[in-house]
């Protein structure tokens, strides 16, 4: 087989749009992608919460900001062209107790300066938005919407079959190797190819990718678990669309909300607790030279070391289903434990610094014949066409 001219590592959403963007920009290369598992879309692309995110909370002028609006758009477009199910319902955005008014407004002006739609609006309002639902105020977010992202991973893999590009299952990369004009990669199996250049979109693994490629980067990939519980069906009246709440802003995740989904049903969640490996969906899911990596990186100890109350209580969450029933109350407070079943989990790529920051936007490396995802938490699902662009625009740049 002949030297594919770039190989993109992750089959994941970005790494699938970045070669359907690539397919279309280039028709003459060859492009191969390469997934470790055994079916595209098996981690943080099929395991989020669905939602096409507005872009409502992201700092103005940032890649998360621009690549949500421009992504999201792309990505209703792809939709409709291709018949994958989506729906743009909206979301509130509630406000439960007088603290979290201003917070609100902040949300409000950040959504005005990206170029969000909302609207303030009050307890009777919300009301008859989402009857079950309590506050004393609420953004309306009418352009929010949901989508399955597993479909759509599917979707583009059959494009991209049809279009000739090669998708190369459980193939799990083990090492990387600088030749003259090439890279040699090589697989846990022992398979072996060589690469004209190289995409790295691998998620949970980006970090380890980025050294494999000869990059001593000093950040690190940190794995956080999103649990989930499922309003059982007699009680999914309880939520009409996409009820949120205001985030803590000392804090990088949105809070537990609940989330309609395209394809029926309705999720309560995610906590954010740290998963005990890279694929550790489960609590029994351990991995010790995962986590050992974690324990031993000093920027994951000052994270610990800043937020350890959060994390105590998101762990609480964790193991007490009636600390997750009464951190929803806040949203809806008839909700009782029975209303709730177990759901699925999810775990999320949070690159961190080593001053023990969560990196907060995407985040992008270039190397000797590669380019490196390295941060592309939510809303990258959502983003995931606009990200595809600004690496199809990176690879230009370095192949000129």
């Not at 087989?1 to 397919?23: E, Q």
Request: neutral net charge; contains cysteine; hydrophobic residues 40%.
């Amino acid at each position: 087989m002949s030297r594919p001219d770039i190989t993109i590592v992750g089959g994941g959403i970005v790494g699938l749009a970045t070669a359907f963007k690539l397919r279309k920009r280039h028709p003459d290369i060859q492009i191969k992608l390469i997934e470790a598992e055994n079916d595209v879309g098996e981690h943080q692309s099929g395991h989020n919460s669905g939602v096409l995110h507005s872009g409502i909370y992201y700092k103005p002028g940032s890649l998360k900001a621009t690549c949500c609006r421009n992504g999201k758009q792309q990505m209703e477009d792809f939709c409709s062209e291709h018949a994958v199910a989506w729906d743009r319902c909206g979301k509130i955005v509630v406000a439960t107790s007088e603290p979290e008014l201003s917070r609100l407004e902040n949300i409000a002006e950040r959504a005005k300066l990206n170029g969000v739609q909302c609207e303030r609006i009050d307890s009777d309002q919300l009301r008859e938005l989402e009857p079950a639902a309590a506050g004393i105020a609420a953004l309306h977010v009418p352009e929010t919407g949901i989508v399955n992202y597993r479909s759509v991973c599917h979707k583009i893999a059959q494009i991209l079959r049809t279009d000739g590009v090669s998708i190369e299952l459980d193939f799990e990369l083990r090492g990387i190797k600088h030749l003259k004009d090439s890279l040699e990669l090589t697989s846990t199996t022992g398979q072996k190819f060589h690469a004209g250049r190289l995409i790295n979109c691998a998620g949970l693994q980006s970090d380890r990718v980025c050294r494999m490629a000869g990059v001593q980067t000093a950040f690190k990939v940190i794995p956080f678990r999103g649990e989930y519980y499922e309003l059982a069906p007699d009680s999914e009246f309880l939520c009409r669309n996409l009820i949120y709440p205001v985030p803590d802003p000392s804090f990088p995740f949105l809070g537990v909300h609940f989330t309609r989904m395209i394809d029926g049903g309705v999720e309560c969640g995610p906590n954010a607790v740290l998963a005990l490996a890279r694929k550790g969906y489960r609590w029994r899911d351990i991995s010790l030279s995962d986590l050992g990596e974690t324990l031993g990186y000093r920027g994951f100890r000052k994270l610990a070391a800043k937020h350890w109350r959060m994390g105590l209580g998101e762990m609480h969450r964790s193991l007490s289903k009636q600390a997750f029933v009464t951190a929803l109350q806040r949203l809806i407070p008839r909700l009782q434990s029975d209303n709730l079943i177990p759901g699925r989990a999810g775990v999320r790529a949070q690159t961190v610094d080593p001053s023990g920051n969560l990196v907060d936007d995407f985040m992008f490396e270039t190397s000797e014949h590669a380019i490196h995802v390295l941060n592309a938490p939510s809303p990258a699902a959502t983003a995931s066409l606009a990200i595809a662009d600004h690496i199809v625009a990176r690879f230009i740049e370095q192949v000129a």
